[in-house]
């Protein structure tokens, strides 16, 4: 059973645009909700993470959208460069089971230059 | 610089000849965790360390086993690789084990032959 499921497998964008890849959960008791960034060849590193308090939350060029009623969130890129160009793996922990992440299937990013 | 160090980067085995991946971490965190990632797939969580404690997840093989000898260093052993345990091997840290980052290392490429 998928705990988050994401969305979509793929995307490519030009430069300057905004692309989003959405998640979803079923899980109530999840309480932080990371977004991790994965270059080819390379451990995944922590690009942002909001917790249910918010509904928005902004890292320089990166925004997490949430919404708690709906089970979603949501990463959104603006003003995409060919360096944000790797896998995106949204990602939900829940305190009762030792914060074990529930990861999402990935989403390949392409930004054409 | 603080980090979580892999290694080998590579690692080449035969099938059925033990391997066994190394982790090391300079930021002093709780928990140490090894996940197993295959190509285009989301990291699968093997098990993890709450300092002494061990946590293994109810799917992983019994071919997986781990150790952690002292708060830097834990280690993954595969028993008699398959080709199927031929992957991405991730090990992540984290202070806690409620809703904290985690810090990924550069991973171990496994090749069984």
Redesign the interface.
Known sequence: QQQVKQSPQSLIVQKGGIPIINCAYENTAFDYFPWYQQFPGKGPALLIAIRPDVSEKKEGRFTISFNKSAKQFSLHIMDSQPGDSATYFCAASNPNTGNQFYFGTGTSLTVIP | DAM?I?NPRYQVTQFGKPVTLSCSQTLNHN?MYWYQQKS??????LF?Y?DKDF?N?ADTPDNFQSRRPNTSFCFLDIRSPGLGDAAMY?C?T?R????????????T?LTVL
């Open positions: 979580v892999q928990v285009s797939q989301a990291p699968k969580l993890h709450y946590n997840e991730l992540a984290s806690a084990p409620r809703g904290d980052e985690q810090f990924f290392g550069p991973g490429r």
